[in-house]
């Protein structure tokens, strides 16, 4: 199959889970809490169930990586895999707002091959393929050529950019939060925002549709000490994010790059 048939079978089931996780969340949520204190509501998994079902059958020689999926070793044998969040940004799910999605990546020899975010509140499709541009709603989108902190459009958590440990003060920017990272790179890849800025873990599933998106939209999307993220690992967790574009992501990284993370711990 061709990154080009993946990328259609995943936009379909993309396109199929969101319309699901509405119809769900219509009819009633249930909520239960995970062993880290997260949500996780009936249509999380059902929302998984369709997709693995929908996309294994097709292609059952790939392996599979999911949030809500139990973790199968053997996917580190697989040369392809999908990695999967049924619904990220459960808590916006939750409360009726829009910044949620359903993340799926074809990932090839640990790098994404073909992405999909699916935002069903705001009908937006964000896709790309390796080497063939990023797109939302079948436009070709870029990042903002913002070259500078003072005054960017920001995504990221509020109190961190103010927290006294900084050696030196942040400028003033606008800065907002979205409950999705997976969105929230989706929304610097188009130029609705200039950067991304985590500085705790995120997981493959967050992260690996997104990464692919913004990077063809001309994004650097990387750690926060500047490397390049890679997947289908067995710990499958990243200790940090910073997405931009170039000249921005470099300014970023002159202030984060000194700080010391603790080692993600590993997945449920």
Known sequence: M???????????????????????????????????????????????????????RARPDYGWLSEETADDPSRLQRRRLFVVDPIDGTRAFLKGRPWWGVSIAVVEDGRP????????DVAETYEAVAGGGARLNGRPISASATASLEGCAMLGDKPMFVHPAWREPWPPMRIESRNSIAYRMCLVACGAFDAALALSSKAEWDLAAADLIASEAGCMVTTHKGGRLA????????????????????????????????????AN
């Open 2 to 56: 061709t990154t080009v048939d993946d990328l259609e079978l995943i936009r379909d089931a993309a396109r199929a889970a969101g319309e699901r996780a509405l119809a769900v969340r219509e009819a009633g949520l249930t909520t239960v809490s995970k062993s880290d204190g997260t949500p996780v509501t009936n249509a999380d998994l059902e929302v998984d169930a369709l997709l693995k079902d929908w996309l294994t």
């Open 113 to 120: 091959i073909a992405g999909v975010m699916r935002a069903p």
């Open 231 to 266: 997947y289908n690992r067995a710990d499958p967790r990243a200790a940090s994010l910073v997405c931009a574009g170039p000249a921005l992501h470099r300014l970023i990284l002159r202030r984060v790059e000194p700080i010391e993370l603790a080692v993600p711990t590993q």
